[in-house]
């Protein structure tokens, strides 16, 4: 783990940030300037962080705790449990932010980027991480509904039946079954993405939507 310190902070009357990281899952290093750059510009703007507060970074919530030297620390989930435990890093949350973001520039303008939060709600169908593969489409997000609908690729599942689909959280639906949708989570309402060992099949109103040249899915998936 690496560790990286903010240093403006304590000009605006505010703790600075202790921010701690695996570079393996976050080995663009600009990745953390930006991520310390924010929250100094935040403090700068005139946002305060206190103990026990949450900050949602991308879909990731985040808790602020404070450290013995009177600085603050990021916790995230460990991406592992139920419930979360919690662990001092925003490595999965600078990864997923960087995932994602590449996600939706491979097929969209950046500015359609739609974060949900990881306890907002999502509906799975009961053989969610049964199948190799995973159907996900996104209606208008309202309130604590994420917009997100989650369900295996099967014909034999019926999944305008009530009683083969149930309410998670977005987390649940990610930890406990199909950590695949993650990079797909920040695509906003009206796509529909059918995720397997292939490039994935996106639609955007029912239109197809091809992977732009260069961009991360169209060189991830150049060879399959």
Known sequence: MVARQTTSCRRHRHPEFRITYDPALVPVEDDVRWFVGWLEEAVAGGERFADGQTCQVGWIVTEVRAGSDGSLALWEPDMRQMPI????????????????????????????????????????CTHLGQTEGVVMERSKPSGSDSGWFCGCIGDEHDHNRVGELRQVSLYEAAVRYAPRIVPYLALPEGVLVAVDD???????????????????????????
């Open 85 to 124: 435990a919690w662990v001092e890093s925003v490595s999965y949350t600078l990864a997923h932010l960087r995932r994602q973001k590449d996600v939706c520039e491979s097929v969209l303008a950046a500015d359609e980027l739609s974060f949900p939060s990881m306890l907002q709600s999502a509906i799975i």
């Open 198 to 224: 292939r490039a994935p099949t996106i639609f955007r109103h029912g239109q197809p939507l091809a992977l732009k040249p260069g961009s991360y899915l169209a060189m991830r998936y150049r060879d399959r």
